[in-house]
């Protein structure tokens, strides 16, 4: 089943709305690349900022910011504090969201950023991609699971889609298998640059083709249509409480 996300809420920003918004942030003249997601192992929260680091020894550390709406002391993931520190990135270069916000709030996120990332290396969809897309603002994505149906629709892209340089099939006793799907730094910064030397209006215009993708595919109307037609098949092919099929009743009489 998609996902779908409410395009009333996750939307473009007026022009000057989103130019007050990085000038009350000091984000002015900032290329900015948001990162909204748990920070957890399989995320790869702690390879986006030493990555992140590369990339402004080649643009500049006064040129970009990267912002994580997250915990950077999550107990699941890297201490990225600690690693702020030690990569001497305390001047503005990586910003953490640590407090709680409201869907409104996280569509001015996504508004004033120029590019969302999601790196993750296994990811069953991801919706804060889908969120940015709504919102108008392309995305930097691996090519697993769900994420590769948000940056692309088989015929055009809206943002760059990472090939894995390596893939191995892990699991466990409940989960038989998963593909584990990691990037390559390079192909990283590859792509963040791409999206760094793209002209605005150009940048703007994929934003928008990624929001009418979201718009046609994954609004609540569909989603709304695609659960009813699960249930009414599930009942016709397999029945209900009553008339299920392939299942025998059992009642307990006595003891």
Sequence with gaps: ???????????????????????????????IIFWNNRNARRKQSGSLIFWFAKFLEKVGRENATLIMHTDPKDPNGPDLLAQVNNLGLTNGEVQFSQQKIDSKQ???????????????????????????LSCGTPIIVNMTGGLQ???????????????PASKAIIGSQDIPYIFEDRINEDHFIDAVEKLYNM??????????????????????KKFNLAWQDLIKNTLEK?????????????????V
């Excluded at 996280?106 to 919706?127: C, H, P, Q, R, W």
């Excluded at 002209?199 to 609540?220: C, D, I, T």
């Design 106 to 132: 996280l569509a001015k996120m996504y508004n004033i950023a120029d590019v969302t990332v999601n790196i993750s290396d296994a990811e069953g969809f991801g919706l804060a991609t889908l969120e940015s």
């Design 149 to 163: 149906e948000q940056v692309t629709d088989g015929k055009s892209w809206f943002g760059v889609g990472i090939e």
């Design 199 to 220: 002209p605005k209006e150009e940048r703007a215009a994929l934003g928008e083709s990624g929001r009418q993708h979201v718009l046609k595919n994954y609004n609540f």
């Design 238 to 254: 397999h029945g209900s409480w009553e008339n299920r099929k392939g299942y025998n009743s059992w009642e307990l009489i006595e």
């Design 1 to 31: 089943m998609p996902h779908a996300v409410d395009s009333d809420v996750f939307k473009p920003l007026e022009k000057n709305e989103i130019e007050q918004l990085l000038e009350d942030s000091n984000l002015a003249d900032k290329f």
